[in-house]
């Protein structure tokens, strides 16, 4: 397929090189231009771009960047082709996001981005930590394959986002509507726990909307505290360590 990329960052890249890896023609884009994008992301033959370009001419654009910079792409995004699938990484952090009064009074993180930027996404590869992405990995079938949720209104659409997530080396999870997709915000029982699909279904059923932004905020003031940058990840295995105690 033609995918467009916009973010290079540190699941931009991952993305960018599992996908063309894995056959898609594959352009990739940050809000700096072609030059700047990291080597490794162009490793197996994706095209660095500009971002207008990355969502031209694509059967699939990729939304990987931070959540707050999406209304002000709505412009560049309406040159995407109308059937292209819209697929968002993003998670709301108020440290980095700037406090958004819609979120904090309650509203689904993946609503908000629809309504932003005027198109429906499907949410998948937010709640899967960047080195465990970049690392963990491994072939259908695998056992402990590591599962990532993937919500979506259109069932088309969600279907092809999961395609695409095993095809990053990982079982796509059906979460079902946007409107349930908080079950896979930061905080909750399945968010970057490295979970398989098994245990991910219980861990969707498991969560509890109220409880998400308490425990977000306590996961990255203890992240912060370790690695001493609220922006900075962490390693996998402290990063998973620290989720599932305090999301589960
Ligand atoms: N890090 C994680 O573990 C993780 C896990 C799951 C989901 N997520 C979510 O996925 C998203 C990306 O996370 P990340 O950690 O990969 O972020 P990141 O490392 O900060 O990278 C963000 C990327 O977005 C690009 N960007 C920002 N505004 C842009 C614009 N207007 N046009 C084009 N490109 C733009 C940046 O380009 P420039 O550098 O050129 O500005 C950069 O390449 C975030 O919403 C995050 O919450 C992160």
Request: aromatic share 4%; net charge negative; glycine share 8%.
């Amino acid at each position: 397929m033609k995918i467009g990329i916009v973010g290079a960052g540190n699941i931009g890249k991952t993305l960018s090189r599992t996908l063309s890896a894995a056959g898609h023609e594959v352009k990739i884009a940050n809000s700096r231009g072609p030059e700047t994008i990291p080597s490794e992301a162009v490793a197996t033959g994706a095209r660095a771009v500009h971002a207008v370009d990355a969502v031209r001419d694509v059967e699939v654009v990729i939304l990987s960047m931070p959540f707050h910079r999406m209304p002000a792409f709505a412009a560049a995004l309406a040159e995407a082709p109308a059937d292209a699938v819209v697929i968002d990484t993003s998670n709301y952090y108020p440290l980095r996001d700037q406090r958004i009064d819609a979120i904090e009074a309650g509203e689904v993180e993946s609503v908000w981005v629809t309504e932003q930027i005027g198109r429906p996404i499907v949410k998948a590869w937010n709640a899967i930590g960047s080195a465990s992405f970049a690392d963990k990995g491994a072939p259908k079938g695998t056992p402990g394959r590591i599962a990532i949720p993937v919500a979506a209104d259109d069932a088309d659409a969600r279907a092809l986002g999961m395609m695409l997530v095993d095809q990053t080396g990982f079982d796509g999870v059906d979460a079902g509507p946007l409107s349930q997709s908080w079950r896979q915000q930061p905080g909750a029982p399945c968010y970057c726990t490295d979970l398989t699909s098994e245990e991910m279904h219980d861990a969707l059923a498991a969560a509890e909307k109220e409880r998400l932004p308490k425990r977000r905020d306590l996961s990255a003031a203890v992240i912060a505290e370790r690695v001493g940058d609220a922006s900075t990840s962490p390693d996998s295995e402290f990063g998973v360590r620290i989720t599932r105690a305090i999301f589960m």
